[in-house]
T-cell receptor, first 116, second 112 residues
Framework: GAGVSQTPSNKVTEKGKYVELRCDPI?????LYWYRQSLGQGPEFLIY????????DSGLPNDRFFAVRPEGSVSTLKIQRTERGDSAVYLC??????????????FGEGSRLTVL | AQSVTQLDSQVPVFEEAPVELRCNYS??????LFWYVQYPNQGLQLLLK??????LVKGINGFEAEFNKSQTSFHLRKPSVHISDTAEYFC??????????FGQGTTLQVKP
């Protein structure tokens, strides 16, 4: 498709389980970002990839969160030992190389994670 | 530290009336400022941005915003709203490439 694609759109899991969220960016976009949006809040930055490498992972809340982008396209956000506080909508965005510098990010519809 | 405050969580307005959504930011350095919109069941999309130059910025769907450095504000305005403008609006400032700090959001509810 033409836009950023995120799967699954909804994920319900139990506390302590492992979860993977996938993001397929716009073709040709070299930069990819993960944000988290809790209920009633604005999105919060998690991590930014330029190509295959994480250029900035300062927003990852703790070591239970990890993200990869092995071939510089699709990215997976991985959450270990999920906690109820991890419940949120996880947003992925992509941009052309310079687009990120000027804030022009293209967002997917998000993956809603619910931890019971 | 940089932060963004959206002063209204909800703004109800009648169709064809003007609207202003308020945004204040704090920053010790020059900033780039943005408004994003999130329509129901859709992803965030860029409405407009201020990088430099003219302080009055025009965006999509008839929206505009004015950067006021002395008041550290970046309020969003539209002279006449439509039902289709009903959405969540987010003000944001950039800390670096792709690293945006968003406000809490303002829900614009346009009533017929």
């Amino acid at each position: 498709g033409a836009g950023v694609s995120q799967t699954p759109s909804n994920k319900v899991t139990e506390k302590g389980k492992y979860v993977e969220l996938r993001c397929d960016p716009i073709s040709g976009h070299t930069a990819l970002y993960w944000y988290r949006q809790s209920l009633g809040q604005g999105p919060e930055f998690l991590i930014y990839f330029q190509g295959t490498g994480a250029a900035d992972d300062s927003g990852l809340p703790n070591d239970r969160f990890f993200a990869v982008r092995p071939e510089g396209s699709v990215s997976t956000l991985k959450i270990q030992r999920t906690e109820r506080g991890d419940s949120a909508v996880y947003l992925c965005a992509s941009s052309l190389g310079t687009g990120g510098r000027t804030g022009e990010l293209f967002f997917g519809e998000g993956s809603r994670l619910t931890v019971l | 530290a940089q932060s963004v405050t959206q002063l209204d969580s909800q703004v109800p307005v009648f169709e064809e009336a003007p609207v202003e959504l308020r945004c204040n930011y704090s920053s010790s350095v020059s900033v780039y400022l943005f408004w994003y919109v999130q329509y129901p069941n859709q992803g965030l999309q860029l409405l407009l941005k201020y990088l430099s130059g003219s302080t009055l910025v025009k965006g999509i769907n008839g929206f505009e915003a004015e950067f006021n450095k002395s008041q550290t504000s970046f309020h969003l305005r539209k002279p006449s709203v439509h039902i289709s403008d009903t959405a969540e609006y987010f003000c944001a400032v950039t800390l670096g490439p792709g690293k945006l700090i968003f406000g809490q959001g303002t829900t614009l509810q346009v009533k017929p």
